[in-house]
Nanobody, 125 residues
Framework: VQLQASGGGLVQAGGSLRLSCAASARIFSGYTMGWFRQSPGKEREFVAAMRWNSGHTYYADSVKGRFTISRDNAKNTVYLQMNSLKPEDTAVYYC???????????????????WGQGTLVTVSS
């Protein structure tokens, strides 16, 4: 599975962006799709995830209520709608896919086998 992330850019604090992640092949029901981000000098961190079969979603506390992960099954695409953006949301955002990850590990970077190339989101104050 190859993943192509897009949609990053420069936005003012309080603004919105929608990231897209297109998969090159069909995403099977056992997969979990995730979004992670990495700021300079920091480790990559979990942002959001969705179970492809059930549609269940999970979020980091720092983005809960502001970000929404969603999908388009027909397009094999997952989205991250980001609202009320803050300067601390500035990072390179990566989409990722994991096959069979258990719930307790859904936020762990190493559980995801496939990664997109990243898209930069910059939020100005």
């Amino acid at each position: 599975v190859q993943l192509q992330a897009s949609g990053g850019g420069l936005v003012q604090a309080g603004g919105s962006l929608r990231l897209s992640c297109a998969a090159s092949a069909r995403i099977f029901s056992g997969y979990t799709m995730g979004w992670f981000r990495q700021s300079p000098g920091k480790e990559r961190e979990f942002v959001a995830a969705m179970r492809w079969n059930s549609g269940h979603t999970y979020y980091a506390d720092s983005v809960k209520g502001r970000f929404t992960i969603s999908r388009d099954n027909a397009k094999n695409t997952v989205y991250l709608q980001m609202n009320s953006l803050k300067p601390e949301d500035t990072a390179v955002y990566y989409c990722a896919a994991a096959n069979g990850v258990i719930l307790s590990s859904i936020r762990i970077v190493q559980e995801y086998e496939y990664w997109g190339q990243g898209t930069l989101v910059t939020v100005s104050s």
